[in-house]
């Protein structure tokens, strides 16, 4: 048997964490956290392999947090998951090496799934 990969969900909707770990944890190892500063504490305890956050959150966007992310532990693969359409601080982030990709809310399981194996796969 392989070992499963950490991820870690960023979002500050309960309902979505809990959608996320229900759908996904028998794929990966689920962390949840519901906020960018929550979510930097559990990567001080535990390794990540890849990160996804929403990107409207309070206090800290997840763009915001990627760039914390980027900084802290590099080889953390970055996902962001936007529900809106402001694009330009997400593609800006997509450039600049930040995020590897974005995918909009309300994502498609098989389709978040493929994202996320693709985006480890590297």
Do not use: H
């Not at 500063?37 to 990627?66: F, H, N, W, Y």
């Not at 914390?68 to 529900?83: D, S």
């Not at 997400?90 to 994502?107: C, D, Q, T, V």
């Amino acid at each position: 048997m392989t070992a499963k990969y950490n991820i870690l969900y960023v979002d500050d909707e309960q309902q979505n964490l809990r959608a996320f770990r229900a759908m996904f944890r028998r794929f990966f190892n689920v962390y949840i956290a519901e906020g960018g500063s929550e979510a930097l504490e559990i990567m001080k305890e535990q390794p990540v392999d890849l990160v996804l956050s929403d990107q409207r959150m309070p206090r800290m966007t997840g763009v915001e947090l990627c760039e914390n992310v980027m900084e802290l532990y590099p080889e953390a693969v970055r996902i962001i998951v936007t529900g809106y359409s402001e694009m330009d601080p997400i593609l800006n982030a997509i450039e600049e090496g930040k995020i590897r990709s974005y995918i909009k809310k309300p994502w498609k399981t098989e389709e978040l799934k493929s994202v996320i194996e693709s985006a480890l796969a590297g």
